[in-house]
T-cell receptor
């Protein structure tokens, strides 16, 4: 079946450094992908999405890269801040959203 | 706008009891959905609705019922609670590709 998975359950970075969170997917028919941020005790919050016909999309301090050849996408966060500490999910859309398991980002002061 | 609201925030049930998790949105979104989130797992789709009067099953629908009588409300019913339904439940409404999630209901079934 289709799946979306994250490579690392936990990522620890120093404040001010760049963070890269990776995600792999199995279904080539996904028409877009979304990254969500979930803070403790809250629901997921939309960060950025990318259509499957794009390779890169930039937002404020975030960039998503999509490599369809190896079915991989990544979320890059520039100048990581303590407020970025959260669980990050990628999700692929193929009629419905399929979520990955989440990567916990820990930001060290 | 309040966005997506969910009640209750926390609930404890005994096996076999029934209950309804409430979800409401004030953004006039047609698409609404229910997910459950278990430790170490991503969100899994239970049921969804593309508009009032229309509902459909997601990945894990067994043991849950939904109805959509209005655009604003999308309640989730547990017919006979089981310990396997212990989870955090999120309701979401969508516009285009953006989903807006509620704060969640934490359910414990003993």
């Amino acid at each position: 079946g289709e799946s979306v998975g994250l490579h690392l359950p936990t990522l620890s970075v120093q404040e001010g450094d760049n963070s890269i969170i990776n995600c792999a997917y199995s279904n080539s028919a996904s028409d877009y992908f979304i990254w969500y941020k979930q803070e403790s005790g809250k629901g997921p919050q939309f960060i950025i999405d990318i259509r499957s016909n794009m390779d890169k999309r930039q937002g404020q301090r975030v960039t998503v890269l999509l490599n369809k050849t190896v079915k991989h996408l990544s979320l890059q966060i520039a100048a990581t801040q303590p407020g970025d500490s959260a669980v990050y999910f990628c999700a692929g859309h193929t009629g419905k959203l399929i979520f990955g398991q989440g990567t916990t980002l820990q930001v060290k002061p | 706008n309040a966005g997506v609201t969910q009640t209750p925030k926390f609930q404890v049930l005994k096996t076999g009891q029934s209950m309804t998790l409430q979800c409401a949105q004030d953004m006039n979104h047609e698409y609404m959905s229910w997910y459950r989130q278990d430790p170490g797992m991503g969100l899994r789709l239970i049921h969804y609705s593309v508009g009032a009067g229309i509902t459909d099953q997601g990945e894990v629908p067994n043991g849950y019922n939904v109805s959509r009588s209005t655009t604003e409300d999308f309640p989730l019913r547990l017919l006979s609670a089981a310990p396997s339904q212990t989870s955090v439940y999120f309701c979401a409404s969508s516009f285009a590709r953006t989903q807006y999630f509620g704060p969640g209901t934490r359910l414990l079934v003993l």
